[in-house]
Structures are given as C-alpha cells and as structure tokens.
C-alpha cells in the first residue's frame, strides 16, 4: 500500500469505523465477536484496497465482506481475536436497550443479518437480498418473522409491527 | 415506520460511536502487510513448488478455508512437550431439556475427512424442527444400523465407558441442528469372508434413539459406499451429540495414545503423556490452542472419587501435527483418593476426539508417617 492509499484506507476507517461498527455489532448482537467482525473485514479490504476503491462504494464492499464472513462464521463455533488492540471498550447496553439487545441476540443470525441490512446500512429489500444471496421474498417473511419474535418478547412499545416498506 | 422499526432504529443508534486511535491503525496496517507478504510467498511457492512440505502447509490452510495468515507447523523435539499449568474454565451445561424424536429431522451426510481409504464418516445431522429449545447432548443409548431383509448392526460409543465428554452439548432453538459422527471402516480383506446369502445386506437406514423420547430414524445416503456390501462383518463407533462445529473438528481425526504408569499414589501427582498422531494426509494446525479435558476416576467403573480438569495444550512448543506424523505432551494430573484401581481418560474439547488409557491404573494408599 503506497502512501496515497494509506492516506485514503486510514481517512475510510476513520470516517466510517462508526457504521461499521453497528453494522457488525447489529450482525453478531456481541460485542467480541463485532470487534472480530470488523477488524478480519477491513483486514481483509486493507490488502486489496486499491482494488476496493476502484469498487465505487467501498462501505458496501466492506459491509459485504462481513456479511460473508459471518455466514461463515455461523458454521464456526468459536472466533480467533485477531487485533489485540481495539479502538474502544465493548459496548454493553442497559435498560431498555439491553432487552431489545438480548431479544436480537436470541434470534437466529441470518434474521438478524435481514434487520442489520435494512435498518442499519438502510439496504432496499432488493439490497439486501443480493447482499444474501436470497430472494426478495426471504427478506421480506425473515424480516417480519424477527420483528414478531422481538414483538412477542419485548410487548409494547413493539407493537403492531408489520414488515418494512 | 412503525412502533417495532423505530425501537429497533433507537437500539441499533445506541451502539456508541467508536473513536479509532493511531495505534489501532498502525496495527491494522502491521497486519496487512503480514497478510500481503504471506500471500506473495503463497504464489511464489505454489508457483515453483520449491518444497513440497510447505505448499502441504499452505493448502491446509486453503482447503480448511481459514482467512488468517499460513504458519509453517512447529514440531516439538523427540521429548514430549513439557507440561504447562494453563487451567480453563468451559461451561459445557445443557440449556434446555432434551430433545425428542417427535421434534427431530434428521439427515445423513458423507464427509471427505481424509481419514484415508479405508475408513469413513458421515455426519448424522438432527434439526430441532420443533416451536421450543431444546438440547441434544451425551451419547444415544444404541444407534443401529437396519439392513435390507430386517436386521439391525449395533455399534458402540467412541469410548467404551466414557467419563469425559469433550462434545459440547448442542443447545438448539427452533431450526437450529446438532450432529453425531458416525464412522466405520472397510478394510474388508482383514475380515471372514462373507457367507452365502449375506452379500446384498446392505445398509438402509439409522435407527438414533433421541435423548428425550423416541427413535428418530434417517435413511442411509444412497450413494456411500458400504464395507464389504453392508455392515454385518464390521463394527462402526459413534460421537455424542454435540455442536456442528465439533462434529466437524479438523481434530476429530486424531488418535489419541495415552501412556502412563501402571501404580500410583493417591495424593501424588503423576506425569503421563499423550500423542496425538495424525493419520490423515492433510496437516492440522492449531489455529486456537487446543483445550482438553483429563479425568481420573477412583473406582473404575463405578467412581468414588476423581479428579478433572481442563487446560490448554503446550502449543508454544507444538501447534500443530503434520500429515501422518505425531506429536506428545507431558501431562500431569493429582491421583484422586480411594482404593483398588482407577481409570484414565483424556480428549481434546470442542471435538469428539477422545481416548481412554487401556486398563486400570493400580491405586497405592498413601504411606502413613509416624508422628512424632
């Protein structure tokens, strides 16, 4: 990576770290394993960033490689730490956030992936099945399955909720 | 947006701004050149195939389908790795209450374990399809296996009489799945020949007594290959239930020896030591340092007293096991009180990968000291 590129990798990361960060941290619904998330995926990115760039969005491009990633962390058990220096302290919610937290750590990870496209990277449905790999339709009966399941467990004020425009 | 949406809008908000820090970044960048340097070396040596030993290496770690950077295997001297006092806590409890063959669907998969010729596994696949959680954990009492014509070939559990369970329990919500390893071999030409009339008796289908009630039954794939046309003249062991990552466990594959001294005293600490051989033609590397779990029960098979514990190995001196090499390490475990004989066990947590030491270690009491 020669300076500009470093320049601009380092201005991405700092500019956008924040998105990021929610993005894995909605994917995962733990703190750790968010960390993990985004530290292999900008890994990842940093290695071939000229080539990123050239992408035209390179948030996508990195939103993408943690949503693969963590497909295939799904069928691992256990994750490697592999930046032992993090940039802040874990997240850890309290109220009434840390129910709705709890409730969507209870869901099954590809649902959560749904409501992590749509309401946090504000991904179409169109979006976030291409993002996926699935149709339009799984989005849409994931998406209304998981807002039942947080309804049921949460009641009001998550009520009446249907699907996403 | 409704009431729901924008809760979990607020939610999602709530996750705090994080501040990236130099230091983050410079190690960010440390960790990418690394990955970049590593995957020159990758084409270079795939490219001109200089030593075969490292490009086995590297496609470990490609056909494994690991993102982080190839290490060549460090092997540890012909001494047995010494011994490293690093306890761990795993919490291995069930969460929910067994599972039952009413709420199971279950499917049979073969696996490329590079187990060799001979000897192969499927993976018996169990998904909760039930509304609640439940656990599938332990051994099943019996699986069998049914054959074309009725009969029925039992099997046994990967250890005989097992006290340490190194398979995590697999705590399942709704559409969440567990496994149990299945393996046999076929080397047929070791066994009697086949008499007349049996050589079309051929396996059709498992028969898995669920923890919780009932038998879930699952059709042999048709296009496995059998030992011998059917599993009359052959015996096949089984895991216990246990997660989908440990059922597919790069250390499944290992044989565990276990050698230690016949007598020992209780109180005393005892060193013994473990090889892990790895008969496979793919390298195992321990890309997290394996844990595992040593039991030594007082009694044998009907323990008064035992002492179990759980470390990591001594991966700073071996982390990892070449393609049909081995690797030992030095164990030390406290000899549990009693009387009589005392039994021996040891396996890699997160796998089924588990041994007991062959026959019973002779239990000396302790001597009594005059007082004075």
């Given at each position: 990576m020669d300076a500009d590129e470093r320049a601009s990798f380092d201005a991405f990361v700092r500019v956008r770290m924040p998105e990021l960060s929610r993005f894995a941290y909605a994917l995962t619904a733990n703190s750790a394993h968010a960390d993990d998330l985004v530290q292999e995926a900008l890994l990842q990115v940093g290695t071939r960033w000229s080539r990123v760039l050239a992408s035209g969005d390179p948030a996508r491009y990195v939103r993408q490689v943690m949503v693969n990633q963590r497909i295939s962390w799904w069928r691992r058990r256990r994750l490697e730490r592999l930046v032992a220096v993090v940039p802040e302290q874990f997240y850890e919610p309290v109220g009434r956030s840390f129910e709705v937290w709890d409730a969507l750590a209870a869901l099954p990870p590809r649902q959560r992936a749904v409501l992590a496209l749509r309401y946090v990277a504000d991904y179409s449905e169109q979006q976030a099945a291409a993002a996926l790999g699935c149709s339009v339709g799984t989005v849409k009966s994931q998406s209304a399955k998981a807002l039942r399941t947080l309804r049921e467990r949460l009641g009001s004020p998550l009520r009446e909720a249907e699907q996403p425009k | 947006m409704n009431d729901a949406e924008r809760e979990l809008v607020r939610a999602f908000e709530d996750v705090p701004v994080v501040a990236v820090q130099g230091e983050f970044l410079e190690e960010l960048h440390r960790r990418i050149d690394r990955r970049r340097r590593s995957r020159r070396a990758v084409a270079v040596l795939t490219a001109t195939a200089t030593t075969t030993a490292v490009v086995a290496v590297l496609s470990t770690y490609s056909l494994a389908g690991h993102s982080t950077e190839p290490v060549p295997i460090r092997m540890g001297s012909a001494q047995p790795a010494p011994w490293v006092n690093q306890p761990v806590e795993v919490d291995n409890s069930a969460e929910y209450p067994a599972c039952g063959a009413a709420e199971m669907q279950g499917r049979a998969e073969p696996v490329d374990?590079?187990?060799?010729?001979?000897?192969?596994?499927?993976?018996?696949?169990?998904?909760?399809?039930?509304?609640?959680?439940?656990?599938?954990?332990?051994?099943?009492?019996?699986?069998?296996?049914?054959?074309?014509?009725?009969?029925?070939?039992?099997?046994?559990?990967?250890?005989?009489?097992?006290?340490?369970?190194?398979?995590?329990?697999?705590?399942?919500?709704?559409?969440?799945?567990?496994?149990?390893?299945?393996?046999?071999?076929?080397?047929?030409?070791?066994?009697?020949?086949?008499?007349?009339?049996?050589?079309?008796?051929?396996?059709?289908?498992?028969?898995?007594?669920?923890?919780?009630?009932?038998?879930?039954?699952?059709?042999?794939?048709?296009?496995?290959?059998?030992?011998?046309?059917?599993?009359?003249?052959?015996?096949?062991?089984?895991?216990?239930?246990?997660?989908?990552?440990?059922?597919?466990?790069?250390?499944?594959?290992?044989?565990?020896?276990?050698?230690?001294?016949?007598?020992?005293?209780?109180?005393?600490?005892?060193?013994?030591?473990?090889?892990?051989?790895?008969?496979?033609?793919?390298?195992?590397?321990?890309?997290?340092?394996?844990?595992?779990?040593?039991?030594?029960?007082?009694?044998?098979?009907?323990?008064?007293?035992?002492?179990?514990?759980?470390?990591?190995?001594?991966?700073?001196?071996?982390?990892?096991?070449?393609?049909?090499?081995?690797?030992?390490?030095?164990?030390?475990?406290?000899?549990?009180?009693?009387?009589?004989?005392?039994?021996?066990?040891?396996?890699?947590?997160?796998?089924?990968?588990?041994?007991?030491?062959?026959?019973?270690?002779?239990?000396?009491?302790?001597?009594?000291?005059?007082?004075?």
């Open positions: - | 374990a590079g187990l060799g010729v001979h000897d192969h596994r499927l993976l018996l696949w169990f998904t909760n399809r039930g509304s609640q959680p439940c656990t599938l954990s332990g051994y099943a009492s019996d699986i069998s296996v049914e054959l074309t014509g009725g009969g029925r070939v039992s099997g046994t559990t990967v250890t005989a009489d097992p006290h340490v369970h190194t398979a995590p329990p697999a705590n399942l919500k709704p559409g969440e799945r567990a496994a149990i390893v299945f393996s046999y071999s076929d080397e047929c030409d070791t066994l009697p020949p086949m008499p007349s009339g049996e050589s079309n008796a051929t396996a059709t289908a498992f028969r898995v007594p669920a923890p919780g009630g009932g038998e879930v039954t699952i059709a042999f794939p048709a296009a496995t290959d059998t030992p011998c046309n059917g599993f009359r003249h052959t015996a096949f062991t089984y895991s216990a239930f246990t997660t989908p990552a440990a059922a597919t466990s790069e250390l499944n594959g290992l044989v565990i020896t276990i050698s230690a001294p016949r007598a020992a005293t209780s109180g005393d600490t005892v060193t013994y030591t473990v090889t892990l051989h790895n008969p496979s033609d793919r390298d195992v590397i321990f890309n997290r340092c394996p844990i595992y779990t040593q039991y030594m029960g007082a009694g044998y098979d009907q323990p008064t007293d035992a002492t179990v514990g759980q470390y990591r190995l001594n991966c700073d001196e071996t982390n990892g096991i070449k393609a049909g090499d081995s690797a030992t390490f030095a164990m030390q475990i406290e000899v549990p009180a009693g009387q009589g004989s005392a039994r021996l066990e040891w396996g890699l947590d997160d796998s089924i990968a588990v041994a007991a030491l062959p026959g019973p270690i002779t239990l000396n009491a302790p001597e009594t000291r005059p007082s004075s």
